[in-house]
């Protein structure tokens, strides 16, 4: 399959790719998340920009690479699933709104439409950041996120919001120019709740959550959560040039 995505600023980065995600096996890939069969949904044709959620003209595209900055001759250089990896680039102040900065989401709206949030029990990616990411916004905070968009379905006494993104914001990652091992939106970092939802369980921006603390509390006894889409989401915030690759959804790679 050889498949083409991007929002780009520059034709040249909307480079082919003959996989967004190549289904490898784990040994292969030392620290590098477990692969196993995922239905289909890691090589699927839905992957691509989610232009309701994409502001000003940032890239988002499938590309080789990166190989590691200059040096960096072992395997941490290499994209840890085959030959590519997804490349982003957003500014932080190219646009006329307010803030000024740009926003990307690259994801998948078909696929995992439908299937319950307290179900997710596998989530996270690999990283490659540059050591100017950490001066353009910081070590900690200067970070792409795993976004779901989903219908929270909390119990109307608590909310009745039907929409809201389910939003995880890494750690830093523990290298630059480099690729990062596997990530664990599980067990690292933390999530929360855009919109009446997040203040709504007290898992807000300004009040996030860990992972299993979300789930229990979007678990209420009413209808169960569901997703509507998944994806890689960066902005807005601050200026990121860099790479993701293996995120894994459950058994999606």
């Known amino acids: 399959m050889r498949t083409r995505f991007g929002a780009n600023r520059r034709s040249a980065l909307g480079v082919t790719l003959t996989a967004l995600v190549a289904i490898v096996a784990a040994s292969a890939v030392p620290g590098a998340a477990s692969a196993v069969p995922d239905g289909g949904h890691g090589r699927s044709d839905h992957w691509g920009v989610i232009t309701r959620n994409t502001i000003g003209s940032p890239v988002a595209a499938l590309r080789n690479g990166p190989f590691g900055s200059f040096g960096v001759q072992d395997q941490s250089g290499r994209p840890p699933f085959g030959h590519g990896s997804l490349g982003i680039e957003v500014a932080d102040n190219s646009t006329s709104l307010s803030p000024p900065s740009e926003a ?51 119990n109307p006494a608590t909310s009745t919001a039907t929409y809201s993104s389910m939003v995880w914001n890494p750690p830093a990652s523990p290298v630059t120019n480099r690729w990062s091992g596997y990530l664990d939106a599980t067990t690292t970092g933390t999530w929360w709740l855009t919109g009446s939802a ?47 690759d293996g995120l894994r959804i459950n058994r999606a790679v």
């Open 104 to 154: 990307v989401h690259f994801g998948n709206e078909v696929d995992f439409y439908g299937d319950p949030v307290l179900k997710l029990h596998q989530v996270g990616f690999h990283v490659f950041r540059t050591g100017e990411n950490v001066g353009y916004g910081g070590a900690s905070v200067n970070m792409p996120n795993i976004r779901f968009e989903i219908n929270p379905n909390l």
């Open 198 to 244: 997040g203040p709504a369980i007290h898992c807000a921006l300004a009040d996030n959550c860990d992972f299993q603390t979300l789930l229990s509390r979007l678990d209420d006894g009413g209808a169960e959560p569901v997703i509507y889409t998944a994806g890689v989401s960066k902005g807005r915030d601050f200026m990121w040039i860099g790479a993701v």
